[in-house]
Structures are given as C-alpha cells and as structure tokens.
C-alpha cells in the first residue's frame, strides 16, 4: 500500500512564500524520482518539480523556475516545495506524486504511479 499526504498549502499574498510537504509511505521509499504537479480550475494538470532519488537530478518547469525549490529528506520519505515570489498564477491545487520506476518522462501525469489527495495554494493580488 502507497499513501502520499500532503501538507502546507495555505492562502498567502503575492510574493510571499509556502512550503508544501509530502510525506511517502509504503513502496515509495526507494522510488526513481517525486514529484510536484498542480492543477489550477478550468486547467489541465501541469509539471512544476520534480527530483530524483538520490537529490541530485532536479526539474523545473520554466513557469517555476527561479521561484520554486524541490528537495528530498530520504531518512523521512518527504519531498519539499519551497515556493517563494508567489503569484496569483500560482493559485492551485498541488498534488504530489511518485514514480517507482525510470519509464516515462519526469513532466508527464501518465508516468506517476501514485498521487496525493492535494493542498489548495491560493494567492492573493
């Protein structure tokens, strides 16, 4: 059994900053990489971050990059966003996701085998 649980969403003004958490358990640990999608309303779910198992490959997607920061606590199976200069674009719900193996491509939903519930990000102008 795999369970995802994210934490530290929030309401916050524009160009303040959030970290959202998840914490792995069960097959996560030892995954080939986690991720950071969000999916704001009316939208199709889009990358933000992701990282691989061993910290030291990371990815942004270019609406991010700059502002957002993923990292990995492997003694605790929790993958951080550190979300900083927020915009109201940012405003989403953020789910986090596990890949257990290396198919696919790290910006891709379809290459994620399991997902969180999701933390609502709302920024405000």
């Known amino acids: 059994q795999v369970q995802l649980v994210e934490s530290g969403g929030g309401l916050v003004q524009a160009g303040g900053s959030l970290r959202l958490s998840c914490t792995g358990s069960?097959?996560?640990?030892?995954?080939?990489?986690m991720g950071w999608f969000r999916q704001a309303p009316g939208k199709e779910r889009e990358f933000a971050a992701a990282?691989?198992?061993?910290?030291?490959?990371?990815y942004y997607a270019d609406s991010v990059k700059g502002r957002f920061t993923i990292s990995r606590d492997k003694a605790t199976n929790t993958v951080y966003l550190q979300m900083n200069s927020l915009k109201p674009e940012d405003t989403a719900v953020y789910y986090c996701?596990?890949?257990?193996?290396?198919?696919?491509?790290?910006?891709?939903?379809?290459?994620?085998?399991?997902w969180g519930q999701g933390t609502q990000v709302t920024v405000s102008s």
């Open positions: 996701a596990a890949a257990l193996t290396a198919g696919g491509t790290y910006n891709s939903p379809g290459s994620y085998d399991y």
């Open positions: 069960g097959r996560t640990y030892g995954s080939d990489r």
């Open positions: 990282i691989s198992w061993s910290g030291l490959r990371l």
